[in-house]
């Protein structure tokens, strides 16, 4: 009834229900690839219940296969979709369509449920987490058992809708509210707010580094004034004697110069080597761009 009553909101293009909300938490549990019974060691996939329209409002393109249908109901055969990840991680380039897999460890009688479709990768346990292989069902084949385990209880609705014209909080309460006045909704995000959710943590741990890194430079300019002012007391006397010997002030004020310019290559040097021995650490703190990023070592 929900989702009847959202479709026909003027400005919803789709509506879709999931088990996990984009970027947020999501199961993880133990799965088996029927012919694979001889492993000892269970695989390990998410595991997310979605209903037949979830990727066309999500925006998740069809790699190979097919989509859910209303046709995949308590009735039918027990279906799946997989990412390519996961595709790519258990069936090594094999065709995935029309195998099987178990959820749950091996030799249990778990669900066996055949792969229909695959579908590109998305990130949605966060913007920094690595793509990891992720399984989806039907909801309409998981009110059993396994729909205590693969959807924790909440059901959480996908709207695609156009920015300028999204439905207000108030419409969207209050077409719960008419179903039903005791279902407690959650929260009410927008997929901009979502992304930036996800995002607060990398984008705490920028700013400290930042911080971190503009200290390091404002030490390192007090440390060579300091390294150079001493040199230059020391050398008082060379200095003097060049002068006298007809050294003009400019060729002796560039020569303590291309000293501190050498201290400060060497410094550089070392930086950058550093900061590539560093890259595989730095990269787990980046989204979207590399740790070799040019601009930023040139920086």
Sequence with gaps: ?????????????????????????????????????????????????????????????????????????VNGERVAIVNAAFATKYFAGRDPLGRRVALGQPGSEAPRLRIVGVVEDVKHAGLDYEYFPEIFMPYSQ????????????????????????????????????RINPDLPIMELRTGAELVAWSAEGAEVRAGVMAGIAALAVLLSGIGLYAVLTQAVA????????RMALGATSVSLVQAVCRDGVELSALGVAGGVLAALGLA??????????????PLVLVG
């Design 280 to 293: 595989q650490y730095v990269r787990s703190l980046l989204y979207g761009i590399s740790a070799f990023e």
């Design 234 to 241: 020391q050398r008082r006397k060379e200095l003097g004697i």
């Design 1 to 73: 009834r929900l989702l009847a009553e959202l479709r026909v909101v003027a400005v919803v293009e789709r509506v879709a229900t999931t088990s996990a909300p984009p970027l947020g938490p999501i199961i993880v549990g133990p799965i088996g690839i029927e012919g694979d019974e001889a492993r000892d060691q269970p695989l390990w996939a998410a595991m997310q219940a979605i209903d037949h329209d979830y990727f066309a409002a999500a925006g998740t393109a069809l790699k190979a296969g097919r989509a859910f249908s209303a046709a995949d109901d």
């Design 142 to 177: 998981v009110a059993d058992g396994l729909g205590s385990v693969a959807l924790g209880g909440d059901i959480y609705a996908l709207l695609r809708v156009p920015d300028a014209l999204a439905p207000s909080e108030a419409a969207l309460r209050g077409i719960v509210a």
